[in-house]
């Protein structure tokens, strides 16, 4: 089976990597395929940060997928809107010392998913405190 013609279950990832997966080399999909990017994108811009069980990598991983759309015209508004409720969360989910946890550890790949999530973000404000060391 293809991925465009997947019928099965899935996670949030499935989504999320599917339309990095197109975008990465901007392939074209089937007329009569389920997952199109319309259907990715709709699926992600109404998922719920958090309430997969997934942590703040998961978050990151969410907006790094929707990023390049945030200039679109259909979907630019709303990909703005979830992006910086993802930078939202990833503030106050950030430790003192400017780390990150997820499932009850701090861990580098939690902290490399949000430096690309806020680099892909580029189109939308991040506040510099408390990102930036001394500001907080």
Request: charged share 15%; hydrophobic share 45%; glycine share 6%.
């Amino acid at each position: 089976a293809t991925m465009y013609n997947y019928a099965g279950t899935y996670t949030i990832n499935g989504p999320i990597f599917g339309l990095i997966s197109l975008d990465m080399g901007n392939y074209t999909i089937p007329d009569n395929a389920i997952w199109t990017r319309d259907a990715f994108m709709d699926v992600i811009l109404n998922h719920v940060y958090l309430s997969d069980g997934f942590d703040t990598d998961m978050v990151a991983m969410l907006m790094q997928s929707i990023a390049p759309y945030a200039s679109d015209e259909v979907y630019g508004e709303r990909v703005r809107a979830k992006l910086e409720e993802g930078v939202s969360i990833i503030i106050t989910r950030m430790n003192a010392d400017y780390s990150f946890k997820a499932w009850g550890a701090v861990n580098s790949e939690t902290a490399a998913q949000v430096i690309c999530a806020l680099w892909a973000s580029t189109a939308i404000p991040i506040p510099a405190s408390p990102m930036v060391r001394g500001t907080a």
